[in-house]
DNA sequence: CTGAAAGCGCTAACAT
DNA sequence: ATGTTAGCGCTTTCAG
């Protein structure tokens, strides 16, 4: 058995070789090519190429593959041909309904090529968002998805070095690694207050999160950076802009800021929440306290989320298209993956706009 | 270069080989051995077993793996182990923070083990359910983790075929496929029936969604159908049960159905929606239809989502511990891909139990 | 249209 | 403690 058998004879060896391993093994492109006759390469056709290969001989193959029930290897098959067919998407958290949108929308464009998207999800934690990197890696995928514009500086580099394209969904990077498809958080945040101001209220509040180290959420504090310098061009006081709790912000939230924020500041006339959930905790709270909105208190949130559509009153939001970002972005990958299309750093901006509903009221003058 | 070298000299062979090709090539242990001056046997060794590798030696090849930013290959490293590292998660659908709980739990503990988790979504299509499993088979999970009791026939096959573990989440299946850890739908149904029940109530209706071929929530049916069973039981009539619109369920699915049950039958008393998203749904209608819950109609949902906690009056609903269901899959699956542990199928019941809140009140007797 | 050769990047199983 | 051999299951390349 130590003996060199003819490397031209390899193929016809497939029965000594795999008469020794034990019955109930998964089938292999080998004992396909055995039961139908032909060499391992014409299987492999028949799988990718199948117009290339005689009718008849394709019949037989198929035939073989069903009645072994055959699955291809696609590790095995990447290591050969070295592409892995698939992208991996990095998210802060499954939970939230836009970010679903965008994975959405990126697996319907990816479809069409065949992509798999692998998606992780990171807790808004940038240390686990270097971790999940570092592990996609090296599963080697032909693209990758990071959520919003702000890493760890060892993460970026990790992915230069593997030299593999890189898109930033969900925020516009100042400097981005390559690629970005999203929109801007600051602008959302002076959009906001602009639309506040523009129905004539001048005791405005916000409501984000604080950083806590690691965990944060970078494109809600964009938000509020935004909110703020816009009040700041009105001559409006900041003083209501309340940073308070860790991310990810949610409705409990909502409700204990402004729960906060009223106590210190009765007079309050309107206030942003850098995310729809801690807006409709605000609502509710308001509710419960017998704080009239839009009556006394007008509330704005942001991402357009279905409960805010559903309570009482409505939700005034701003709203972005994340199923279209989703599919922007994987119109994007399909160029690169393909290498067609520039090698210039793209940045899509998809915009935003302001959902008015019934939150949000005229100031009375 | 068609002389064949012998092959003790196959890795001294390297540099030649790797001459040929372009320069930035990704650096693969193979440039790592050679710059640290061992085997690739070594360089693979300090990386999966350390403590077997002389300090100095170690030292040298870590220098070199970060000198070149090397990143193994796990397709490549599989291919050669036959283990892949990582396990399947198919789930309906990414919105719903309970299956977002579950595959916390399961990466919290597959994690100990250094086992990824793949996260694919059907939403609630077994066609897609079918194809996403096709697809992840291919690259050979070790084990794979499917939502619900049921499937398609030829995708159970499949299954059975790949000779993997498999494990059914979120439902407790009659017959299951091997293993499974959930609890009872039908359970759930009875239970929310008998508490609706034991508080006095007659006119009692359920809201559901209706099955659309493929397209269906089997486990909110589930629900729906022990909800039925129970109010016969008690000899109570089951004309207020309405199954409406397609899966998922959601708001405006709930606000839309009260709404044709409130005008079908204005004496109805309380309401069971298969998810707190419809229960939701039906406290904002009658908010709106200034139908006083729980004064005129009491509401019970399932699933405890946050936002049932958050509303006015806030939800009652039954709760079960997602989180720890996931955990429960991670330590069970943890031992299949060991092969640890019983061949026994096992089925393991988490449990479920009524939250009591403020929508459902005692019936005026 | 089909096949043989060669090897993707890695590791199991033996050497030494 | 380290190296050598052989091959995982597939595809590329080239020959016929």
Chains 1, 2 share one sequence.
Do not use: W
């Not at 029965?15 to 080998?30: F, G, H, M, N, V």
């Not at 992780?120 to 999940?132: I, P, W």
């Not at 080697?140 to 993460?155: D, M, Y």
């Amino acid at each position: 058995m130590n003996s060199r058998i003819p490397s031209r004879e390899r193929d016809k060896e497939d029965d000594l070789q795999r008469k020794r391993s034990k019955p109930p093994q998964r089938a292999t492109i080998r004992d396909v090519a055995r039961l139908s006759g032909v060499s391992r390469m014409t299987v492999s056709r028949v799988l990718s190429e199948p117009d290339v290969v005689l009718p008849a001989t394709r019949e037989r193959v198929a035939k073989a593959i069903a009645d072994l029930g055959y699955v291809p290897d696609k590790a095995a098959g990447s290591l050969a041909s070295r592409r892995t067919g698939f992208i991996a998407l990095i998210l802060p958290t499954l939970t939230n309904s836009n970010f679903s949108m965008v994975a959405h929308g990126l697996t319907e464009i990816l479809r069409e090529r065949d992509y798999d998207l692998l998606i992780a999800y990171t807790d808004y934690d940038l240390a686990e968002e270097e971790r999940q990197l570092t592990n996609l890696l090296a599963r080697r995928p032909e693209a990758i998805v990071l959520t919003g514009a702000t890493h760890r500086r060892s993460a970026v580099l990790s992915l230069l070095r593997a030299d593999v394209p890189v898109v930033e969904i969900a925020d516009l990077p100042n400097q981005p690694i390559e690629h970005a498809v999203g929109f801007s958080n600051y602008e959302v945040g002076r959009t906001a207050a602009r639309h506040l101001i523009s129905k004539g209220f001048k005791r405005i509040g916000a409501i984000a999160s604080k950083n806590d180290g690691d965990i944060c959420d970078h494109r809600g504090e964009e938000r509020v950076c935004g909110f703020e310098d816009e009040l700041r061009l009105s001559g409006l006081s900041t003083d209501l802009v309340l940073r308070n709790g860790r991310a990810p912000v949610s409705y409990e939230h909502g409700s204990t800021a402004i729960g906060l924020l009223l106590d210190r500041a009765p007079d309050i006339e309107a206030v942003f929440a850098v995310s729809d959930l801690s807006a409709v905790g605000v609502v509710m709270e308001c509710q419960r306290r017998g704080v009239d909105v839009p009556g006394r208190l007008s509330v704005m949130g942001f991402g357009n989320f279905d409960i805010g559509r559903e309570i009482n009153p409505p939700l005034t939001t701003i709203h972005v298209d994340f199923h279209a970002l989703g599919q922007r972005a994987g119109r994007l990958l399909l160029e690169l993956v393909a290498g067609t299309g520039e090698d210039a750093s793209e940045i899509i901006d998809v915009g935003l706009s302001v959902v008015e509903r019934g939150s949000v009221r005229e100031a009375n003058v």
